[in-house]
């Protein structure tokens, strides 16, 4: 029997967590006294790696003011998580989303730029960690758009290529599923721009959840 995978990005798919990251960022670069990247390039790195990200809204920095930002960074995002200070409330329609897939059948994972603390907490707030089978992220594995995460999602569940979907916002998501030979699809509800998503090689891209669960309900 063919395995039907169906593998969410998380910041911007799954949850908002735009204000989140923001203040994050700006507390890290506050911390090592640099001036804050506008709120606007902040949205454009949300999915890499940290490291990665801070070398593109730090790029006259050195390896270890870049190492130095990450680590800002994560201290700045767990103080305010431990604070009550983090929100990341799920898309309306999303939990209902997933349990309607996982009924049907559909194995599903995560592929994201958070950490294994931060993905571990996201979904055990919302009640949804039971029905991930897998779950991928920046502490084990290249940044977007490397194919790693897709690649170990399908390696742990033994799900069919053909029919595995990575669903997400950014064009790194897009081009992530297209290096590993997985359907793409983007959501418009996130950090890029819809003709950015199709750009970077998107099969569709879903205005609204009960779209996404259209297209996801045509595969196989």
């Not at 309607?100 to 995560?110: C, F, P």
């Amino acid at each position: 029997m063919s395995l039907r995978l169906a593998i969410f990005d998380c910041d911007g798919t799954l949850v908002d967590s735009q204000a989140d990251i923001g203040a994050a960022m700006d507390g890290a670069f506050h911390a090592m006294g640099l001036v804050p990247p506008p709120r606007s390039e902040t949205r454009r790195i949300v999915g890499l790696s940290l490291v990665e990200a801070m070398r593109r809204l730090h790029p006259e920095g050195d390896a270890q003011a870049h190492d130095m930002l990450t680590q800002a960074y994560k201290d700045t995002f767990r103080a305010r998580r431990e604070a009550g200070m983090v929100g990341e409330p799920l898309y309306d329609g999303i939990a209902a989303l997933v349990e309607d897939l996982a009924q049907r059948g559909w194995l599903l994972g995560v592929a994201t730029g958070k950490s294994d603390r931060g993905l571990a907490h996201c979904l055990a707030t919302h009640g949804l960690s039971r029905h991930f089978v897998t779950l991928q992220t920046a502490d084990r594995h290249p940044s977007k758009p490397h194919p790693s995460m897709i690649e170990a999602c399908l390696d742990a569940t033994g799900a069919d290529t053909a029919l595995t979907v990575m669903i997400g916002d950014t064009a790194y998501d897009m081009a992530m599923a297209r290096n590993a030979g997985v359907r793409a699809i983007g959501v418009d509800w996130g950090y890029h721009e819809r003709a950015e998503l199709f750009a970077a090689g998107a099969h569709a891209v879903a205005g609204t959840v009960a779209e996404l669960a259209e297209l996801l309900h045509a595969v196989g």
